[in-house]
């Protein structure tokens, strides 16, 4: 018959502990919780999750028998309805912990009929559950004021701490707030709260030390509610669908380091314009475990639109793709870390890119090209590269990039003419401290890691190298003896409207963006004094790995050599006086690949006829002139473009003698075809008029057939058809040099010297 009752009407056992979702970081401390349909929040635990202060003054209060009845204590009863007799209305009810949990799960009318169903409730809870079991029930379902349930909650909310560390006094507040939750409300109602925990503490007696009882009667309770706390509140929104009610959800946040990551953000947050946002991702290299992740500025911060998740947020990338790029060139045999680059005005089938600051820099290295972010160099080697093969590339590493509806990949994109997201940017350059393998972070402990080799391990140990420097005087911090140096580097958008700055160490990798959610410019923030101040501040935060192994040591993998190779030819110089040796650099070399220095646009070796032992044996010969004692020369030449940045000295150094005049041929050297007209070499301009007005100059390129670009000191200023002049006022005092660069490399320049009064 029992059997029967039991299966027609089962008890009102959940199958969870849940209703509210938890997700907590890598120690279970909760990250941020989400309220059940019915807006009940609960912290779910297990006896062993709380204090045994609270276990003591609980079951002493409530049901000091709990572990020795069958669900109902027919003393307690009985006294119960003698109190009921005399008095005539209920005074205590009598109920053991198992009936509470009883009514809780299946509330009932407090009339006779309620109680004796309350009591079959309870035999049947202790039919099927263990007493641990129904002790859980209670500490996660017991009501503890507004739209709290759970010790759990109650604890975190009205102590600001996890039950498991409990003091005497806030062990008995906790125990009788049940009893009555909206009357005893500590944060609401303190004075009542102090007096039923102090009732509770003195029934104490006998159980804990007399001191004790003194010391938690005496003890303050301060009035608070804490608001649901809301760590990496994003992250937490993003995983809410994976999480359930049963347990709460594990993530690989560092509670600690996130704390320290939020509050350096809201501290930024003061020197930022406004409706300025910022993301933060903190990735350790080695497992690809997400350990800080703040999607916004500030959560709660709604003019800076701190519910958008900028760390999915579709963004243009800015400069910040340039390191795949070079470390594509490198594997492709194109480059070397100190390749002849050439950082000059240059037009491809009509794109002509500019730098950030519009300043040309003449010949730079690859390493130096790519740590001043510089442009022409960058879209030259994508040029040969090829944006699709680029884009290609870096989409089978798991790199997202959204171009334009109906487009294809251009040349742009290294500039950032695409889209992509500030997560897959700090995924991709973790590959750089990984060996080149690259793959998914990991969010969740349980994710398994799954990574795949995106780059060569000395590819990618050379590019990290390449990138690894100081803190530039922009980013206002100057490097401290023994601080560990990171691989780094900063991008900003079209218009101002993104600023970036990634940054490789030996254990981790973080990634960081600032700007509007909405697209519009901020004006004066870019990577360099915006993003990257804040990466650094970031990196000071990070934990001390040191003792754990890492990929990145200063010792360079079996394949990769440092090796001494000369400008302009960009290789090994034959021996210590090589003249086609001019400038000789330490390179790091792949593979003992060296690749030589692009000459499609002058740069290489010169020859030429000399006679051996004449008086005029620097001039030159044609070929028929004499055979008999004629010798080869050579000389190392530059890139025809890179000219007007070269010094007096390695000018000469490339150039061809002059003729030997006695040669019958008449051979004489080329000359030159273009023509300035308007402007004669080492001018001195004068202000002109009695208004002492600022020198104008106009002056036009004869003999060019294709667009020219206009340099005064390095920094473009015009670029036109040759038949347009140019035209320039000079407002200050000094030396100038003016260049003249054709789309197809030639150049010519012209020295003058500018004052501003006529006296002097």
Not at 134 to 160: D, E, F, K, Q, W
Not at 579 to 585: A, D
Request: positive net charge.
């Amino acid at each position: 018959m029992l059997w029967g009752l039991d299966h027609y009407y089962p008890a009102p056992i959940p199958t969870h502990h849940g209703g509210s979702l938890l997700i907590t970081d890598r120690e279970g401390e909760p990250l941020r919780a989400f309220a059940d349909k019915q807006g009940v929040w609960r912290h779910p635990l297990t006896p062993k999750q709380v204090d045994d202060r609270y276990l003591q003054a609980l079951l002493h209060y409530e049901d000091r028998w709990f572990y020795h009845h069958p669900g109902v204590n027919p003393l307690a009863l009985l006294r119960a309805i003698g109190q009921w007799v005399r008095h005539g209305r209920p005074i205590s009810g009598g109920s053991t912990l198992t009936m509470q949990v009883a009514r809780i799960l299946e509330p009932h009318p407090r009339t006779i009929g309620g109680k004796i169903r309350q009591m079959l409730r309870a035999f049947q809870l202790e039919w099927h559950l263990t007493k641990e079991q129904i002790l859980t029930l209670y500490l996660n379902h017991t009501p503890m004021g507004g739209p709290l349930a759970g010790v759990g909650m109650a604890s975190r909310t009205y102590l600001g701490k996890p039950p498991i560390d409990l003091s005497h006094a806030e062990a008995a507040l906790l125990a009788i707030l049940p009893q009555a939750p909206s009357y005893l409300r500590p944060d609401r109602h303190p004075k009542r709260a102090i007096k039923a925990r102090n009732k509770l503490i003195q029934r104490m007696k006998g159980v804990w030390a007399d001191h004790i009882l003194a010391e938690a009667r005496s003890e303050p309770l301060f009035p608070y509610y804490a608001q649901q706390r809301q760590s990496a509140p994003l992250l937490a929104r993003r995983l809410k669908p994976q999480a359930n009610a049963t347990k709460p959800l594990v993530t690989t946040i560092d509670g600690t380091l996130q704390a320290r990551v939020e509050a350096r953000l809201i501290q930024k947050k003061a020197h930022l314009p406004s409706r300025v946002s910022a993301a933060v991702l903190v990735v350790e290299n080695a497992s690809l475990e997400v350990l800080a992740y703040a999607g916004s500025l500030d959560f709660h911060d709604a003019d800076r639109f701190g519910h958008v998740d900028m760390v999915q947020g579709w963004r243009s990338p800015g400069s910040t793709l340039k390191p795949f790029l070079y470390a594509q060139a490198l594997e492709q045999g194109l480059i070397h870390s100190q390749s002849l680059l050439s950082d000059v005005p240059m037009g491809f089938d009509g794109y002509r890119p500019a730098n950030f600051d519009n300043r040309f820099n003449g010949p730079v290295s690859a390493t130096a090209a790519l740590r001043r972010s510089l442009n022409l160099p960058a879209v030259d080697l994508l040029h040969r590269i090829t944006p699709t093969t680029f884009v290609t590339t870096l989409r089978q590493g798991g790199l997202t990039l959204r171009l334009p509806p109906n487009s294809r990949p251009n040349l742009s994109i290294i500039l950032g003419g695409t889209a992509t997201t500030l997560e897959g940017l700090t995924t991709h350059y973790a590959l750089l401290g990984r060996e080149g393998r690259v793959g998914p972070l990991r969010f969740l402990p349980t994710t398994q890691l799954k990574d795949y080799p995106q780059l060569n391990s000395r590819t990618a140990w050379i590019t990290h190298r390449m990138l690894k420097r100081p803190p530039t005087q922009a980013t206002g911090r100057s490097h401290q003896p023994g601080q560990p140096l990171i691989a780094w580097k900063t991008g900003t958008s079209y218009g101002y409207r993104d600023a970036w700055a990634l940054g490789v160490g030996s254990y981790h990798t973080v990634g960081v963006w600032l700007g509007r959610p909405d697209g519009v410019p901020v004006p004066g923030q870019y990577g360099a004094i915006s993003a990257a101040p804040l990466l650094f501040e970031l990196f000071d935060l990070l934990p001390d790995l040191s003792h754990k192994p890492t990929p990145l040591t200063e010792t360079p993998p079996k394949g990769v050599a440092q090796t001494t190779i000369c400008w302009p030819l960009g290789l090994e110089p034959l021996n210590s006086s090589d003249p086609l040796c001019h400038q000789p650099r330490q390179a790091w070399v792949l593979s003992g690949t060296i690749p030589p220095t692009f000459g499609d646009d002058g740069a290489g070796r010169i020859y030429y006829w000399q006679r051996e032992g004449a008086a005029h044996a620097e001039g030159w010969l044609n070929m028929a002139c004499h055979a008999e004692k004629r010798v080869k020369r050579q000389k190392a030449q530059w890139p025809m473009r890179l000219t007007p940045w070269l010094s007096p000295k390695l000018i000469q150094r490339s150039a061809l003698p002059k003729a030997d005049t006695s040669c019958p041929q008449g051979v004489t050297p080329p000359s030159d075809i273009l023509h300035f007209q308007g402007l004669e070499e080492g001018v001195i301009l004068m202000p002109a008029g009695e208004e002492d007005k600022a020198p104008l100059i106009s002056l036009s390129l004869l003999g060019a057939n294709t667009p020219v670009a206009w340099l005064i000191n390095g920094y473009l200023k015009q670029q036109s058809s040759p038949e347009i002049p140019f035209s320039y006022r000079f407002t200050k005092p000094g030396e100038y040099r003016i260049t003249a660069l054709t789309e197809g490399g030639e150049t010519l320049s012209r020295n003058l010297t500018v004052r501003t009064h006529k006296h002097e």
